[in-house]
Nanobody, 125 residues
Framework: QVQLVESGGGLVQTGGSLRLSCTASGRTMDSYVLGWFRQDPGKEREFVAELDWNGGYTYYSDSVKGRFIISRDSAKNTVYLQMNSLKPEDTAVYYC??????????????????WGQGTQVTVSS
């Protein structure tokens, strides 16, 4: 079992930056992919980015590519999502998620096994 705990959400103005953190526990992360999804009320959960813990490969949705950066600190078992040039449409609850590393660029949330509690990000215009 993998436990995920997020932090770092908040309120920011358009064009600003935020960094989300997600600390994993319960398993060695070498066989896992950690990622971020987001969800607005009434909408489906949307893939944002993922990072393969062992190889360090990263993938992003087109909507955040070039603005968001996913990275990890192996010593802290923590994955980060650095969000730059934020837009009002980035407003959502952001969820950290984990899955076994059986493939890359898995955007369907049903194929992810572990979830954090979510953290709210609000971008004001």
């Amino acid at each position: 079992q993998v436990q995920l705990v997020e932090s770092g959400g908040g309120l920011v103005q358009t064009g600003g930056s935020l960094r989300l953190s997600c600390t994993a526990s319960g398993r060695t992360m070498d066989s896992y992919v950690l990622g971020w999804f987001r969800q607005d009320p009434g909408k489906e959960r949307e893939f944002v980015a993922e990072l393969d813990w062992n190889g360090g490969y990263t993938y992003y949705s087109d909507s955040v590519k070039g603005r968001f950066i996913i990275s990890r600190d192996s010593a802290k078992n923590t994955v980060y999502l650095q969000m730059n040039s934020l837009k009002p449409e980035d407003t959502a609850v952001y969820y950290c998620s984990g899955r076994l590393s059986y493939g890359l660029y898995v955007t369907n949330p049903d194929e992810w096994s572990y979830w954090g509690q979510g953290t709210q990000v609000t971008v004001s215009s």
